[in-house]
């Protein structure tokens, strides 16, 4: 084949002039990948892993302990009501039954409250009753006991409950065994029995809240 030098030498200038936009052009259409020139190679970016994220250990949930506490002094005595000033021994005594009656963290957070009033205010017995329902009320639950095992060995709670609703005669006034355990867990065994004593003399007109860390109802 004769091949024309003048025709060969037009054809190779047309190649090297179109070499130079040839990238663009090529690029545009998508045939060179980022529009890199003939020859060139791309970077690795870094690897991308698709692998889960080991999840963080959960946090244990800290101990409730109510055996842990020390309730602080009672306030003294005051004088007699027939004096025209303060209301006797009153809130000594309902102090010392918080102490005995309550576990001792809840002992603490009642004789807190007690302490807390001012001399008016301990005189009166609805504020002293609703300092032990605000202890009672923050005690650490005790769990129910577990199926086919004997309550009166494994749950003292509910034990103490049955005599509660059976105290008050299956009558509309019986609490519920939710309110019951709620309010007897942060008792003493001590405290639990004289709930059972004043619940059976008053579940009528006291109640659970009238008959809670009371040792001596009247």
Request: negative net charge; hydrophobic residues 40%; glycine residues 10%.
């Amino acid at each position: 084949m004769v091949i024309n030098r003048a025709s060969f030498l037009l054809a190779l200038g047309a190649l090297t002039a179109g070499g130079a936009l040839g990238g663009y052009y090529v690029a545009d259409h998508g045939l060179l990948k980022n529009g890199l020139p003939l020859g060139a190679t791309e970077q690795q970016g870094p690897l991308v892993t698709t692998e889960p994220v080991p999840s963080a250990r959960p946090v244990a949930a800290p101990i409730c302990d109510d055996m842990v506490g020390a309730p602080a002094a009672c306030p003294a005595p005051g004088y007699p009501s027939e004096e025209g000033e303060g209301c006797g021994a009153l809130p000594a005594k309902r102090c010392d039954d918080f102490k005995k009656a309550m576990k001792p963290r809840v002992a603490e957070h009642a004789v807190a409250c007690l302490n807390a009033l001012t001399a008016g205010q301990r005189c009166d017995p609805t504020r002293l009753s609703l300092c032990a329902h605000l202890a009672l009320m923050s005690a650490c639950p005790e769990p129910d006991a577990p199926v086919g095992a004997s309550t009166t060995a494994v749950d003292d709670v509910g034990a103490h409950c049955q005599s509660v609703v059976e105290a008050c005669g299956g009558s509309s006034f019986a609490p519920s065994t939710r309110d019951c355990r709620a309010t007897l867990a942060g008792m003493s065994t001590l405290g639990r029995d004289h709930m059972v004593s004043c619940m059976k003399a008053h579940c009528a007109d006291k109640g659970l809240v009238g008959c809670e860390a009371v040792l001596d109802p009247k």
